[in-house]
């Protein structure tokens, strides 16, 4: 199920607006509830609960620089991986220049198109590291540091991690974001009886009337029209 948010403003916009409201509204409730009796302290209160919860989620800004840096993250174990490969190979050369079939072991036709694929990149490192174990004695022999052989299993597991905590990521910016919209259309609901009151309450009142009116969203400037600056 797809959530969509039921104001035509961005969140922070809004919450400004909610805060405002928020704010103002304990001094003039007594003129609301002349108006309309349904709205009392216990309003106010529910109000101010719905504004509190609303913030307690992390913004997409935040969420996706979580997303960010755990993408950085599988990047830098994508380059490590490869670059590991890379060294190996050259040994694999070395060590087997007369044999092909011993060389295509250590998936030189497969890793161009693994490179391209988090999941397969991570298989192919696992495969890598098994048949650099098989062939371990006669690579050390070739030159090969024991160490490179033997780190390429945890190299692989490093790559299977970062790749998980980016998805994690992904998948918490999801929840979070149908969260937040969740709790921003329920605070919309409250806030819209005012709105509706307050045009009533302070029909000889402007600026009072503003404060309870929700904001337009900001016209787009014209492409011939420099935006305006804050």
């Known amino acids: 199920m797809k959530f969509s948010r039921n104001y035509n403003l961005s969140d922070a916009l809004f919450l400004e607006y909610a805060d405002v409201v928020g704010a103002g509204l304990p001094d003039d409730l007594a003129v609301f509830t002349a108006f309309d009796v349904t709205f009392t302290n216990e309003y106010v209160t529910q109000l101010l609960e719905a504004i509190a919860t609303a913030k307690t989620i992390p913004s997409d800004e935040v969420l996706q620089a979580r997303v960010s840096e755990e993408t950085e993250h599988v990047k830098q174990a994508l380059t490590d991986s490869y670059e590991d490969y890379k060294t190996l190979a050259y040994f694999v050369r070395k060590a087997f220049k007369d044999s092909p079939a011993v060389q295509k072991q250590f998936g030189s036709n497969e890793v161009q198109k693994?490179?391209?694929?988090?999941?397969?990149?991570?298989?192919?490192?696992?495969?890598?590291?098994?048949?650099?174990?098989?062939?371990?004695?006669?690579?050390?022999?070739?030159?090969?540091?024991?160490?490179?052989?033997?780190?390429?299993?945890?190299?692989?597991?490093?790559?299977?991690?970062?790749?998980?905590?980016?998805?994690?990521?992904?998948?918490?910016?999801?929840?979070?974001?149908?969260?937040?919209?969740?709790?921003?259309?329920?605070?919309?609901?409250?806030?819209?009886p005012l709105e509706k009151a307050a045009h009533f309450v302070f029909s000889n009142d402007p600026q009072r009337l503003k404060t309870y009116s929700i904001p337009q969203p900001p016209k787009k400037a014209k492409e011939t029209e420099l935006p305006e600056t804050e």
């Open 114 to 192: 693994a490179k391209k694929s988090q999941p397969k990149m991570i298989l192919f490192m696992d495969s890598l590291a098994k048949t650099a174990a098989e062939y371990k004695e006669t690579l050390v022999q070739s030159g090969c540091a024991a160490t490179l052989i033997d780190g390429l299993a945890a190299r692989a597991d490093s790559l299977r991690e970062a790749n998980v905590a980016q998805e994690r990521a992904k998948d918490n910016r999801r929840l979070q974001t149908q969260d937040r919209i969740q709790k921003l259309n329920q605070l919309y609901e409250l806030l819209l």
